[in-house]
């Protein structure tokens, strides 16, 4: 279990627990903990828990309560004989827990969970199964969930379900398993199976029972996995982060191989979108947070260059509440690594109902992104296990070049040959990135030196903007510095108040190979910050003369036609980062107040 929890821990590090149903009929075996699971551990290694034969463990979030010992999950109800564990926001839990507390049930955390737990609980005394308790439990509630229960009268059976949030099932050989992801079981089986909104599951050692809010037998056929077990391990790194970090022409080579068929189309992983639609479409939009979201407007410069379409970039949290112009000709995509970002799922689902096509470029198989999109292209980069987004933002820029390669292909805005030498460029980025992480030895020294500086600023034009924003984001979540990215062009009206001397400045500088009037207005730019004091570090081209000069810094990137270029950029910017933090003593894998998949809105 702790093996499970641990590969899980991404999605929430402020408390975890474990709750087991032994050979007592009335009490489950419980340990729970504040902190990371390294503190649940240690607590077992003292006291472990007795053997049993059905069990649930949650890593948590914190949403209602804070992150002490009795918000940790699970939480027991029904004097101990009932445990339960839940992911996402119980929106009326407090009408349920003044309803239950008239009841005279009495509370022991200020979770929304409690009340959920409760009130299944209160089903199971009218002489419901964990099952139909579960039904009856989900019924009543709103918001966000996956509830996982167990009851030690029911020693064989974990019951479960969900709406708005995740929920896998693991098929094994005389087992079986619930995750909020499949890496939670892929060390004991990749044959999986997806749960629909406001299923209920029930599993034993023998079978997996899937079932509708209304009872109704769900049939549904199990996938394969295609990551494995080894992926979601460390492989010889000292963090997730650099091992993922160090993936990246695996996960850039894995995305772009065997996509396009003989005649440039775009073979799509699951669904479809016809493509006499996909020819109409007159606008895109892509809705993405964070990382993705920067991905997406790497994605907004190719797309346009290469399709003429207008390409509009959305964070999806704004998106639905600005009341945006969607029609059946426009193309809604959807960028997330893990498939289960709330405020994306929301974006996706206002532009269904306005009636737009949604295509998702995701990471995660089977996750909810994937399953509600009308076509799905697949990153594949493998589980990414460090908060910090690395390789699935390459793969994402990756996968929107394709889907770019193919409109452009579709539409007839580029002729065979012009398609063909994009594609070489492309095949060549995996060996590029490669030769990056070869020579980024330098970097790791300046890392360390600039340890302690609290500020630092990162410049870039064009798609070295969204390298910009990425490498200051990276630098935030990481070491906590202060930090930010700027277009370079933006920094005369106003943000070059800031510089003073001696103040680090990132500069993403364009090749200078057909693109002279961007890069030598980007050279304007450095020199403008250096002549005021600025201490510039120049990420450029290999053979770019003129960045040596104005570079107190240079760091080279091998030569790059300049749309792909963020593909060989960043990777400077990501190493950078990580070991700043790591010089700093921090956990890059884990940053304070972060959750891999934010499933709230
Ligand atoms: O799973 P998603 O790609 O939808 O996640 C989106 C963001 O939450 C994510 O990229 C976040 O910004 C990363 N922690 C940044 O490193």
Redesign the pocket.
């Known amino acids: 279990m702790l093996g499970g929890l641990e590969r899980l821990e991404y999605r929430g590090y402020d408390s975890a627990g474990i709750a087991v149903v032994t050979s007592d009929p009335e009490k489950l075996a419980m340990a729970k903990k504040a902190g990371k699971l390294t503190n649940l551990a240690k607590v077992l290694a003292e006291s472990p828990l007795p053997d049993g034969t059905a069990a649930i463990g949650h890593t948590r979030w914190a949403t209602h309560g804070g992150p002490t010992d009795s918000n940790a999950h699970p939480h027991l109800a029904a004097g101990g004989r009932i445990a339960i564990i839940h992911n996402g926001i119980i929106e009326n839990y407090h009408s349920l827990r003044t309803e239950l507390m008239e009841q005279g049930v009495e509370f022991q955390s200020e979770t929304d969970t409690e009340a959920a737990g409760h009130l299944l609980a209160s089903f199971v005394d009218k002489g419901q199964t964990l099952a139909q308790a579960m039904r009856s439990t989900a019924l009543r509630l709103e918001g966000a969930f996956t509830l996982l229960a167990i009851d030690a009268r029911e020693p064989h059976t974990v019951v479960g379900t969900r709406r708005n949030s995740p929920l896998v099932v693991g098929l094994g050989d005389g087992e079986n398993f619930l995750g909020s992801d499949v890496v939670a079981f892929i060390e004991y089986t990749r044959t999986a199976l997806e749960l629909d909104q406001d299923e209920i599951v029930e599993i034993t050692p023998e079978g997996v029972t899937v079932t509708t809010l209304t009872g109704a037998v769900v049939e549904r056929e199990p996938f394969e996995v295609t990551w494995d077990a080894s992926a979601a391990q460390k492989g010889g790194f000292a963090t997730f982060m650099d091992k993922e970090i160090h993936d990246q022409p695996a996960a850039v080579a894995d995305t772009l191989r065997g996509r396009l068929d003989d005649h440039g189309r775009l073979k799509l992983d699951e669904g479809t979108i016809p493509e006499a639609l996909l020819a109409a479409v007159d606008k895109i939009i892509v809705v ?6 920067y991905a997406g407007m790497v994605a907004k410069y190719a797309v346009e260059h290469w399709t003429r379409i207008p390409v509009e970039v959305e964070l999806a949290h704004e998106f639905r509440y600005r009341d945006p112009i969607l029609t059946a000709r426009t193309l809604v995509v959807a ?7 709330m405020d ?1 799922i929301m974006a996706i689902r206002h532009a269904k109902q306005q009636g737009s096509p949604v295509a998702a470029i995701v ?1 995660v198989q089977g996750s909810t992104i994937a399953r509600e999109a009308d076509a799905v292209l697949y990153t594949r980069a493998g589980p990414e296990i460090a ?3 690395t390789k ?2 390459l793969a994402q820029i990756s996968a929107a070049y394709l889907l770019g390669i193919y409109l452009a292909e579709l539409r007839g805005n580029k002729f065979a040959d012009e398609i063909a030498s994009l594609l070489r460029d492309l095949d060549e980025m995996p060996s590029k990135i490669q030769r990056v992480l070869d020579t980024a030895e330098p970097l790791r020294d300046l890392a360390r030196d600039m340890a302690s500086e609290k500020t630092v600023l990162f410049l870039g034009r064009h798609v070295g903007y969204p390298v910009a924003l990425e490498g200051a ?2 630098l935030k ?1 990481l070491a906590y510095i202060h930090a930010e990215g700027f277009a370079a062009g933006e920094l005369k009206h106003g943000p070059i108040a800031l510089i003073e001397e001696g103040q680090p400045v990132f500069i993403v500088l364009p090749s200078p190979r057909g693109r002279e009037v961007l890069h030598s207005k980007v050279i304007s730019n450095i020199q403008e910050v250096r002549a005021r004091g600025a201490r510039t570090v120049v990420i450029a081209e290999e053979g770019d003369e003129a960045a040596a000069q104005f570079a107190d810094h240079l760091v080279t990137v091998p030569q790059t036609p300049t749309l792909l270029m963020p593909l060989v950029t960043v990777v400077p910017l990501q190493i950078f980062a990580h070991e700043l933090a790591t010089a700093k003593g921090y956990d890059v894998d884990q940053p304070r107040n ?1 959750a ?3 499933t709230v809105e």
């Open positions: 993405a947070c964070g990382t993705a979201a960028m997330s690594q893990s498939g289960e970002t994306t990471n908060v910090a987004s699935a933002f984001l990276k979540e972060l891999k998949s934010v």
